[in-house]
Structure formats: C-alpha cells, structure tokens
C-alpha cells in the first residue's frame, strides 16, 4: 500500500513537472499540458507567424484553460493584431485555450485531421462601426466574395482554417469579435455544439467547403447594419456563409437567429463567369434562421433543400434568386414580410410548408433585361418557369401569390384561408395547371432522411431562444450587436423629431443612478433596477451633443470587451449622441 502511495505521488510530481510556460516565439513539437495561468503575449504584424506554433504530427496540446492575450499596448479592438496559434501538422488537438486580443486567434493551413475542442477565442479582432441608429455608414459594409488570396483575413478571424479535411470543432465559443469561425478548401469537417454569437461579422463561414455536417451550434447576433425602424441592411454579415462551389454539406438542428441574414449562400464567381457549379446539394435541415435584418435564408444560382427550417420575422424569409431544382419543403413562416421571394427560378418545389401572416407568402417574378455582363445567363435558363406548390397552408395574408413574368406553374392541394388576395398576376403569367396529380402528390409526401452523425452529447441550441425573439432585440452598437450582460442605454426612438427621446435601461442585476446629462432638459426618472424604460426631453437647443452618465452597482459581469467586473464596484456607463447636421457642408 506505501509503494502504491508513492507511486501515485511521483506520477503527480511528474506529471506537474511536465507542464510548459508558454513564451512568445515557442514551437511545440510533441503533445504536452500548458500551465493554467494568463500570458500576455502581443503577436507580430504579420499572420504568418504566430506567438505560438504547433509544428508536427498526432500531437495534443491541453492548454488547462491557460489565458493567451494579445495586443497589450492597443486600445480598441480595431487596433488588435497578430496571429496567437499557427499550426503546421496533421492530426493535431488543440484543447481548453483561451485566446483574445489578436487580429487571428488560431490559424491552420493543410492540417488534415486536426481537432478544436472546448476553446474561447472571444474578444478578438472587429471593426469599429461608423453607423449610428439614425444613419447607415456604408463603409460598414463587408465584402467575401473571393477568398484565393485570403483576402476574408483583412477581416480578422477567431479562426482560420485553410485546406482542412477532416476537422472537428467541437464546444468552443466565439463571441465578441467579427470572424468567428472562417473555412477555406476544408471538407468532411465536423463542427457541432459551438456557441458563435453576438459577433458583428460571421458566424460560420465556408468558401470552396464541401461535405461538411454543422451540427447543434448557436450562431445568433452575428449581425451589423441595424436600426429597429429605421433601416435594416445587414451589410452582408451573417450566422452562416457559404461561398463558391461548396457542396453537399449538411446543416442540422442549429439556431441561427438575429443575424444580418441567417443562412448567405451565393454560388460564386466561377459559376456567374461560366453557369458551371454552384453551391449544390447542401441540406438545410431542423433550423431556426428567424429575426433576420434582411434574408433568414438566402441561396442564389444553386440548387439545394430547404426542409422543415423556422423562418419568422424577416424581410424575405427565403430569398432564392435563380435558384433551380431546389426542395422548399415543410418549413414554417410566420410575420416575414414576403415569405418565399425567387427571382428567375426554374424547376423549384415548393410543398407542405407553412405560412402565417407574411404581408405576401410568395413572390416569383423575372426580370425585362438582365445584367448584360453576368455570364451566367448566356450559358444557363434563367426563365421563371416549372414551379411546383403542393400541400401548402397559407393564412392571414393581404396577398398569397404575387406572379409576374412566370410560366408553367402546378398549384394544386394548398389550403389558403382569410387572404385578402390569393392571386396577384397579369398577362405575363402563362400555364397555371391546378389539376390534382396523385403521383406527384405521393412523390412529394415523401419525408427526406439525410445521413445524420450520431453525437453522444448533443447541445440543444434552441434552449431559452424565446427570451430574445423579435429583431427588436437587435441593438448594434458602434462595436457590435449587444449581447444583454453588460448595463447599457438604449435610445428606442432613434428617428423621432418631437424632442422626447425614449430609453430602455438594460443590464445584469443591480442598481443603476444617472450621475450627469448634458443637451436635456428632463429625464422621467434617475435611478432603479434593470430593465426599466425612461423618457427625457431634449433642452430647447436641439444642435447640441446629448449625453448621459449612469452608474451601477449590482452583480459581476463581462463588458463589451471581455473585462470582467467584480461584483459591488461601481462602474460607469454611458449614452451618447453627437449633434449630426443635416447640411453638407
């Protein structure tokens, strides 16, 4: 029994002995356990080097929950840069790290096998935002539409992986940053029971990706180009992104809500210069893609399935320009402000779904004249025509079927009930066959089973989504959307010009008091618990700043940049509102 007792206490000592402190500059060659404590490690310039490199074959690497920071002499997040983790090897593991304050936390280049588990890249890089709740800032606007150079890293990312196959990203969190999670070139990956929320870019984003499976994941809030009623872009940010000849991937049971659209695919270059390709074959399945500032899906020049997804509260709950040979089916709609939005589409079956108080459930229509460089229309059919709509519930709708410029349509079995309009269509309309076909309609009532992984524990993404439902939720602030942990004053009517301006005042539990206010008059009231909704009257010159300095004293929490503040410390937060003259000068 002492022999084992000693043993047991040198296997201990040995195996603390063992652990590393990391230094800026290391290479680990061979799996090992990091000491579990914060490094402040600013990276270089360049994202070729990282601070840290993992260089070599079937390594582990357990980080213990060890803090990698970056950037310690920068002050906004917009300044950070470097690279944290570059790894060069194949099957490598990565586990419980912590990395912020970089422009790239982790980046991986023709590393097959490799594994991402348990890991917070929160915090790092995003771009200072120049739009206000009353006015849009185009410079905001994103562009990810090539990627051979890597040009998506001028956006910064929490991770980049290119040239992957096989990987497995599994229980790691992104949030507070732009890029969370960017793919270029990697197939059959695994990505499942990830948080990748409230980030003022992308959620997931995959270029040239193939046969991947993205299971179980929350990807909500990643969205910019927002103001409740005022304008509502999205500036090309959303939950998942998928470009250029990416195939047959398999998207199952994640909440993508909130975002700037929920689900952006767009073929890709190579297909608008030669119709060949596309985006095809990838399955949308078990899905919430609600509270979209523009598009809960959008799939344009491809063909894909769209089955039994959640679509509520967007501007077009699917938008699916030139789409062909795609299955819309069983997915429900409710308060978009057009349901089904497809421009040119040809072959497209739209069945089962079923739609709620859309202002228009479907809208199909061609164009006169279409872009006269776009190659794709000299090789492609891009008539609308061949539509299919069978076994569909439309209700409460001022218009279900808006139609121009569309030929050979069978509508057959729908149930429409308390429309105003169920059919708004002119001459151009052609071939509308409402004769019931058994065969088709026994076709089509075929449920679709695609190849689902088995995962032992599956995170249920969609656990407490109704606390933040609607896009009122969709406060972007000049670093991002808010993410309700951190006090905040929220102006609720941005564009009203009566001189009372509304607030919400949200934040964890505690005491709020207002300490100072400048450019008002008034204010309903001055202290209290959270939420709460107050008014104030602007002074009576109205081309002047407004602000608003407020105290709490509650509970701990993590503010918009990842620090965390302990409980029963004052802290300050304020609103401001710059004087913006509405002549050029």
């Known amino acids: 029994m002492k022999k084992l007792f000693f043993f047991l206490l040198l296997l201990i000592s040995v195996t603390a002995s063992a652990q590393i402190s990391l230094k800026k500059g290391m290479k680990i060659t061979q799996s090992t356990i990091v000491k579990n404590t914060v490094y ?237 390709g596309g985006c095809n074959d990838n399955v949308l399945m078990d899905n919430d893609f609600s509270y979209a500032a523009t598009n809960g899906i959008e799939v344009t020049f491809s063909r894909n399935k769209i089955i039994h997804n959640r679509i509520f509260e967007c501007d077009n709950g699917i938008w699916a320009g030139y789409s062909f040979d795609t299955d819309i089916s069983s997915n429900q709609f409710r308060f978009n402000h057009t349901g089904i939005a497809i421009e040119h589409g040809l072959n497209n079956k739209i069945h089962h779904n079923l739609f709620f108080e859309d202002k228009k459930a479907v809208r199909l229509w061609c164009r006169k004249e279409q872009p006269a460089e776009w190659g794709y229309i000299k090789y ?79 995170n249920d993404p969609f656990k407490g989504a109704g606390k933040l439902a609607g896009r009122k939720n969709i406060m972007v602030t000049e670093w991002g959307p808010y993410n309700f942990s951190y006090p905040l004053i929220w102006n609720t009517n941005p564009g009203d010009t009566s001189g009372l301006m509304q607030f919400d005042v949200l934040g964890p539990k505690g005491k709020w008091k207002i300490i100072s206010m400048k450019g008002l008059q008034t204010v309903s009231i001055k202290s209290g618990s959270f939420p709460v909704k107050i008014t104030a009257q602007k002074a009576k010159n109205i081309a002047i700043d407004i602000e608003i300095a407020a105290e709490y004293l509650g509970e701990g929490f993590i503010d918009q940049f990842g620090n965390k503040i302990a409980a029963g410390r004052p802290y300050r937060f304020f609103f401001k509102k710059r004087f913006q003259s509405s002549v050029l000068k």
Not at 440 to 458: G, M, N, R, T, W
């Open 40 to 276: 402040k490690l600013n990276g270089d310039t360049s994202l070729e080097k990282g601070v840290i490199e993992i260089i070599g074959n079937d390594i582990v690497v357990d980080f213990k929950n060890a803090t990698i920071i970056g950037s310690n002499d920068k002050k906004g997040p917009d300044q950070f840069s470097g690279l944290a983790i570059l790894i060069k090897g194949n099957n490598v593991t990565i586990k419980n790290l912590v990395a912020k304050g970089y422009k790239v936390a982790l980046k991986a280049k023709n590393s097959q096998g490799l594994t991402l588990e348990n890991c917070d890249f929160s915090y790092n890089y995003r771009q200072h935002l120049k739009s206000t709740q009353e006015r849009e800032n185009i410079s905001d606007w994103m562009s990810y539409h090539h990627n051979e150079n890597d040009e998506w890293l001028r956006y910064g990312a929490a991770m980049y992986l290119r040239g992957c196959n096989n990987a497995t990203i599994s229980n790691c969190k992104v949030t507070g940053g732009q890029n969370a999670l960017l793919m270029m070139e990697c197939n059959n990956g695994m990505i499942y029971n990830n948080d990748f929320s409230f980030n003022s870019g992308i959620g997931l984003g995959m270029y040239k990706c193939s046969f991947n499976k993205v299971l179980y994941n929350k990807i909500n809030f990643n969205v910019r180009g927002y103001s409740q009623g005022v304008y509502n872009r999205g500036q090309d940010s959303a939950g998942i992104l998928v470009y250029e000849q990416s195939n047959g991937n398999l998207f199952y049971k994640n909440s993508v809500t909130h975002g700037g659209d929920g689900f952006f695919l767009w073929a890709g270059q190579t297909t608008m210069d030669t119709g060949k």
């Open 380 to 458: 492609r059919d891009t008539r609308s025509a061949n539509y299919i709509f069978v076994g569909n519930s439309f209700n409460r709708h001022p218009v279900v079927f808006d139609l121009s410029r569309t030929d050979s349509l069978k509508i057959f079995e729908n149930r429409i009930s308390l429309s105003d309009l169920d059919f708004k269509l002119d001459s151009t309309v052609t071939n509308i066959d409402t004769t019931f076909d058994e065969e088709l309609a026994y076709q089509l009532s075929e449920d679709y089973k695609p190849d689902i992984p088995s995962i032992q524990k599956q």
